[in-house]
Structure formats: C-alpha cells, structure tokens
C-alpha cells in the first residue's frame, strides 16, 4: 500500500519537495501581493492632444472628452515573422513590429459633441485644409472638398496613464516632519500660522505619479463607429472609435513600495504607532485612565456582590 502511495504522490507532485520544486507557499503569495499590490482596470486617465488644425470650438471639447472616456483598451504588439526551414521543424524569425488598435468607448452628451470632434478630427486628414466640408449642410461647390490633406497636419498623440491603486499624494519632508508632530502632541500651527497668517510653509500635495504611461505617436481616429439608436433602448448612448497609431513610448514609474523605502516606511508606521499610543499617554497624563480602571474595577466589584446570595 505505500508503494502505492507513493507512486500517486509522485504523479499528482505531492511528494517531498525540493530546492528545484518547492511547495506553493501561501504566505510567500501573500506577501508578495501585498507589496507590489495588483493592478486595477478602472484606474487610468487618458490625454488627448489633437492636430493643431481643428478649429478652437472643436479642440474645447477635450477639456471635458477625458471624463467621459468609459473604457480603454491597451496597445497590443506583434511580431512580424517570416518562416525558415533548414532541418527539422520550421523556425520563425522575427524582423518586425505590428501594433494593434486601440479602442476607445465614450459616454455621449445630448448633443454628441464627443462625435463631432473625432469627425472633425478625421475630416484633418481627408478633407481639403480640414474644414470637414464633405459633411456640412452648406457644403461648397468648390473643388477639393475630399482632397487629403498633410500627414503631420493629421496626426496627434494619446497618452494612457495607469495609477496603482494604494497611490498616494507626495508632500516632502516638512510635510512628515508635522506629522510627526501632530502625533506626538506637539501643534505646529504657532510656526506655520502665526497671528492665523499661513506663511506657506507647508508645500501643497503633488499628484499621484501613475505606474505606467504609455504614448500612442502619431495617432489618429480611423474608425469612428456607429452608435445604436432604438425605442427599446433606454441605455446611454455610448461611442466606439478605432485609434491607430505609428508607434508607441512606455514608462514604468517606480512606485513607492519594495526596496529603497525602508526609512519611509519606517516613518510611517512609527507616526501610526503614535497615534495608537496617543490615547493611553494622555490618560495617564490626566488621571483619566486610572479613573476608568478604577471606575471599571468598582462596577465589576459590585455586580459580583449583587450576584452573591446569603442563605
């Protein structure tokens, strides 16, 4: 029977482990998510720098187009291979790169002015000085309405940025150095705000720094989708559009976890700690915990002489 055994621990990896093939450990998994964190989906911002040729009306929309930006999808690459036999099964040698388009889905106002600007936009590229004539309801009788226009006249740049999900804000040493201050009892505002005047000493919040950023060079709206419209359907209005693009720049910023932050960290928890203790220190300080104790000692005192009974 334990022949058996251990044949079935062997096939199934139940057996003894390795150095080579060590057992999953559950609190090295938990470890590791809990200092480099996961990534979440629904923490991203997208910048959106058109052509310089769309009108002044057309280029405000993006001051709010970001916001409304539902979903994002990522550049995908590939890999241009060519096959290549000598002997044995065929290799695939790489030469190239192919990038994928990148979808965008956007939430509609009432009047669609979102539409309009990657209509706009497309009209840069393919309609004579971008004027969109080809589309207006005074459309011209001059020739060269869907004459193309210049390629750099046509093209902008889209930036995703992706934050982690436990960013925080900056705010510099003197910053931290207050809050150690507040948490051991100690009010900085005679320095930093004498007479009630803020000297502006403590620097403002910088914003979080996102984890990845990644630039679409050379982008433009290919394919501006339809929208579906139906009495029955009483969703919102979404948006599809198909940006493509030449090439790609990615940066991975470093984020405040893992090596390199040990004293930050440490900092960190000992004003956490502070605060923890803060409590206790001050009713010793003010007699307040020891009249608690003493409260809490004569109330349990008597509730054991109420439950006494004399026979």
């Known amino acids: 029977m334990s022949i058996i055994q251990g044949i079935l621990d062997k096939a199934l990896g139940l057996g003894n482990t390795t150095a080579s093939s060590p057992a999953f450990d559950t609190n090295a998994f938990s470890s590791e998510l ?28 993006n001051g709010w187009l970001p916001l409304r930006i539902e979903s994002i999808s990522m550049p995908s690459r590939s890999l241009m291979t060519t096959e290549q036999r000598y002997h044995g099964p065929i290799r695939y040698m790489p030469y190239s790169i192919i990038y994928s388009p990148v979808n965008i889905t956007v939430v509609l106002s009432e009047n669609m002015i979102e539409r309009d ?65 507040q948490a051991i009892g100690i009010d900085p505002t005679p320095i930093v705000r004498p007479l009630g005047f803020d000297l502006g000493l403590i620097p403002k919040a910088k914003p979080p720094k ?30 599809s559009i198909e940006m493509i693009y030449f090439d790609i720049s990615e940066k991975y910023n470093k984020i405040d976890t893992g090596a390199g932050n040990e004293i930050v960290d440490l900092v960190r928890k ?25 409260s809490g000692a004569g109330s349990q005192l008597g509730n054991v002489k109420s439950n006494i009974k004399i026979f």
């Open 34 to 61: 809990s200092k480099h964190g996961v990534a979440k989906s629904h923490n991203f911002a997208v910048t959106i720098t058109p052509p310089d040729i769309l009108s002044p009306a057309i280029k405000a929309v």
């Open 117 to 181: 600007f990657f209509m706009a936009w497309q009209d840069a590229a393919i309609s004579a000085f971008g004027k969109g004539e080809s589309r207006s309801y005074n459309r011209s009788t001059e020739s060269g309405i869907y004459d193309s226009n210049y390629y750099d006249d046509a093209v902008g740049t889209l930036i995703i940025d992706q934050f982690p999900d436990h960013a925080e804000q900056e705010t510099g040493a003197f910053s931290t150095a207050l809050g150690v201050a």
């Open 210 to 239: 996102p984890g990845v950023s990644i630039r679409l060079n050379e982008c433009f709206p290919r394919t501006v989708n339809e929208v579906q419209m139906g009495w029955g359907n009483d969703e919102l209005a979404k948006l």
């Open 270 to 294: 000992g004003i956490k700690a502070i605060k923890e203790i803060k409590p206790i220190v001050s009713g010793v300080r003010d007699g307040t915990l020891l009249r608690n104790i003493k």
